[in-house]
């Protein structure tokens, strides 16, 4: 037998329409705050690392200064997200996760590290500076930088750049023009591999470009 009901007073009266607004604001208020209190998803943010640790013997003089431009990048990767394809399914279309970020825009990042590694060997000079003429110029573009999963289980960083060396001058004069792809696979099919295998191909590329930049003649003092 199912427990009854207690019955209800014959002579009760239904609640005045301030009471039932009173009642309706009580819930809302205790909705608001339930929803306050559960946990939200925590957002990960991320970055190349500390880069060297242990401060390094160099010859700074030995290398001709050299202006290192900002660098461009796709509209697509002028943002923080941390992008990825999928080259099993659409490898067009690039997906961004929803809890990782990078701490500033990939571009920024990559210029950061390059102008870090570059200083250990020449001075390098950034826009707005004072440039002597025939002063070394490099640009890079900024054309891949994602997460590419070949299955749902391997995935590796791709990053590409197209650099370009001049002297200034008017008009600027091209020395040497390139391109740089480097992959690196992931160490897990997540964002966090994601970041570790793009942060060990962005270093990849930086010390080949440092290479390049030998083997086109900027090593030469400025004439």
């Known amino acids: 037998m199912h427990p009854q009901s207690p019955a209800m007073p014959r002579h009760s ?4 329409p301030t009471r039932w607004r009173a009642l309706a604001a009580s819930l809302l208020v205790a909705a608001v705050l339930a929803g306050c209190a559960a946990p939200a998803a925590r957002l990960a943010v991320y970055d190349f690392g500390p880069g060297a640790t242990q401060p390094q013997v160099t010859q700074r003089m030995a290398l001709a200064p050299l202006l290192l431009s900002e660098v461009e990048a796709a509209s697509a990767l002028d943002s923080t997200a941390v ?5 099993y399914a659409d490898a067009q279309q690039l997906r961004p996760y929803a809890q990782a970020r990078w701490s500033m ?6 210029r950061q590290r390059l102008r870090e590694s570059l ?19 490099l640009r890079l573009e900024l054309e891949e930088f994602s997460q590419l999963f070949e299955s749902t289980q391997r995935s ?14 008017s008009p600027a004069r091209v020395l040497a023009q390139t391109s740089f792809v480097q992959q690196q696979p992931g160490r897990s099919a997540d964002a966090a591999g994601g970041v ?27 004439p």
């Open 13 to 16: 009266a239904p609640l005045a």
């Open 83 to 87: 992008l990825y394809r999928l080259a």
């Open 105 to 110: 825009p990939p571009a920024q990042l990559l």
């Open 119 to 137: 200083g250990q060997q020449r001075s390098v000079l950034a826009p707005g500076d004072a440039l002597a003429p025939g002063t070394l110029v």
């Open 156 to 169: 590796a960083g791709l990053v590409r750049v197209r650099a370009t060396l001049s002297r200034s001058g």
């Open 196 to 222: 570790q295998a793009l942060a060990q191909a962005s270093d990849a590329v930086i010390l080949h470009i440092a290479q390049w930049l030998q083997e086109a003649g900027a090593a030469e003092p400025t």
